[in-house]
């Protein structure tokens, strides 16, 4: 299972792949992280945890839940986006301040032409601003994948918001370097797969 957590002025937070028990949640929120980030959607499933985990993470006192979603290449990319945009707002999950983030640090889930891949990624995030607007989108990737996804010089998916990985280690943003036309990041995945509260996590930083 893999977490991701987050750190704002000194805010952590998690990204989750499977079921955060009450446990696990109340864990995290004594030693400081107050947001997670849940994974909505993996390929061509919606992740079932994804309510539960937003359940229990608010019970526990977290305060901010955003989502990831790594999507299908099968899939129309408008029809793969309503579905999971719609169980989670049928289900009333997703609060005014979450994010919904495209996964694109995992280069497996994408074409293999650099056109493909930017049409595919464009119609992705076109539908999710659709159900929130444009400011509550981000891009999860890193300087060497979005090169390899996408053209260098591309730059349509700047009004998106950014999370980085860099895992050096570092809760600041002074390791960043532009690109994509990306000149400050939102958020940075500094360290990778480590043990927390019992649970295989990233670590993020706000």
Known sequence: MIITFIASIQTLGAD??????????????????????????????????????????????????????????????????????DVLQSHNVIQTNSIVWLNAEDIDSYFGTQRENQVFILRLLEEISQHLGSERVGV?????????????????????????????????????????????????TFTGDVNECGMRINKEYQ
């Not at 009450?22 to 309510?51: D, M, P, R, T």
């Not at 839940?65 to 999971?84: C, F, G, L």
Request: proline share 3%; glycine share 6%.
């Open 16 to 85: 989750i792949s499977e079921r955060l028990s009450n446990i696990h949640a109340k864990c995290l929120f004594e030693n400081g992280y107050h947001q997670i980030v849940v994974q909505a959607q993996y390929g061509s499933s919606i992740n079932q945890e994804a309510i539960k985990n937003y359940e229990v993470a608010t019970a526990a006192g977290i305060k901010r839940v955003d989502y990831y979603i790594t999507p299908s290449t099968a899939n129309d990319p408008v029809e793969q986006i309503r579905k999971t945009m």
């Open 140 to 188: 999860y990737t890193s300087n060497q994948s979005w090169m390899a996804l996408v053209d260098p010089n591309w730059r349509d998916t700047i009004i998106y918001k950014l999370k980085y990985a860099h895992f050096d280690g570092v809760t600041d943003f002074d390791d960043f370097v532009s690109f994509g036309g990306w000149k400050k990041p939102s958020m940075k």
